[in-house]
């Protein structure tokens, strides 16, 4: 059938279409409608075809105020873009956690080398040796993770880096000892342990589930070696550990505020003080605070650095919720992997 031909039958065809069409009776509505219906109706025109080039008979606005006064609109609009933004905080965030986790290995491994030439005993030399080879493999995989699977790697906390610093220039091997395997690796067994649960990434999964296992014997080292070496100190010289330890507690809760996330994603939408707040009072990121310290205060306990003289202020932090929970030496790998 000829295009012609083709056309007249569907004229033929659309008749009670096109009266239907013009039964109110206004031309203009009328004349609005007739080219569309003779291009539609008449000629079928996106029939049989990969692509139509319609032309579009309106004027287009520039906006060179870019003026934002439809409230109603905006939410609509943050509403329809939030669910890709929040995959990309996640992301960012799950960045930023593992980071600096691979910054605090880095520490671990520096620590371990250091504390393995400083120890006075054979037997934890040794141990103290095994140590290095674990935190070098700690290292490799969290790098190769960031880099290679999330392709994104941010730069040490201030507080993580404070405290790293503060143990690498301490010239006393049981403070090293105290930073790295009590507090920092506390705090990382507490930490990968969260971070295992609620994850359903297998690969994320089994790589945390094999650091668990090494990190529980380097916090069980720790507690033998410095309940131990603690006993031998001045009640002034534990007074100043004691101390000395609760201030790495804040610097590692501080830690957990995630400044360089809230520059990336947030700074132009809080002020700094009101991230804080946000921060700190939030029921979530407390439950995830305590749990980070869950492994730090019983061993506190342990080796001698929870006296009635600094309770109240761990206390005053919510920490002391721990303090009757389990110390290394009563945890197995295991144990660990399953309680969170
Ligand atoms: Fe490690
Ligand atoms: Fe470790």
């Known amino acids: 059938m000829t295009t012609l031909a083709r056309a007249v039958q569907n004229l033929g065809r659309s008749g009670p279409v096109l009266r239907e069409a013009s039964a109110s009776g206004n031309l203009r509505v009328l004349a609005s409608l007739l080219g569309p219906a003779y291009r539609g109706l008449v000629m079928q025109e996106a029939r049989g075809t990969q692509s139509t080039a319609m032309p579009a008979g309106h004027t287009a606005v520039f906006d060179w105020s870019y ?60 141990y103290g040796s095994s140590q290095v080879v674990d935190e070098g493999r700690h290292v490799e995989v969290f790098h190769g993770y960031l880099t290679r699977k999330l392709e994104k790697l941010y730069e040490i906390n201030d507080n993580l880096y404070t405290i790293v610093d503060a143990l690498m220039t301490d010239s006393r091997w049981d403070v090293k000892f105290l930073g790295m395997q009590i507090m920092i690796e506390g705090l990382a067994l507490g930490a990968f342990g969260t971070f295992r649960q609620i994850t359903g990434e297998p690969l994320l999964k089994q790589l945390l589930t094999r650091i668990i296992t090494d990190e529980a014997r ?97 206390d005053a932090l919510g920490l002391l919720a721990f303090e009757g929970g389990r110390a290394a030496p009563e945890l197995t790998a295991n144990d660990l992997l399953e309680d969170v």
């Open 218 to 314: 380097h916090v069980h080292f720790g507690v033998l070696a410095l309940q131990e070496c603690l006993k031998g100190l001045t009640e002034r010289e534990r007074r100043e550990r004691e101390d000395w330890a609760f201030e790495v507690s804040l610097l590692l809760r501080n830690r957990f505020l995630a400044w360089e996330f809230y520059e990336e994603h947030w700074a132009h939408a809080f002020r700094r003080s009101e991230w804080e707040r946000l921060s700190v009072e939030s029921r979530l990121m407390g439950v995830f605070r305590k749990t980070m310290f869950k492994r730090i205060v019983p061993n506190l306990k342990r080796i001698g650095l929870l006296s009635p003289r600094i309770r109240p202020r761990y």
């Open 67 to 126: 003026l934002r006064d439809r409230p109603q609109l905006t939410r609509l609009y943050e509403a329809a873009k939030s669910p890709e933004q929040r995959l990309r905080q996640r992301h960012d965030l799950l960045a930023w956690l593992l980071s600096q986790s691979l910054h605090g290995e880095q520490g671990a491994l520096f620590a371990a080398c250091q504390v393995t030439e400083a120890v006075p005993w054979l037997d934890a030399k040794l």
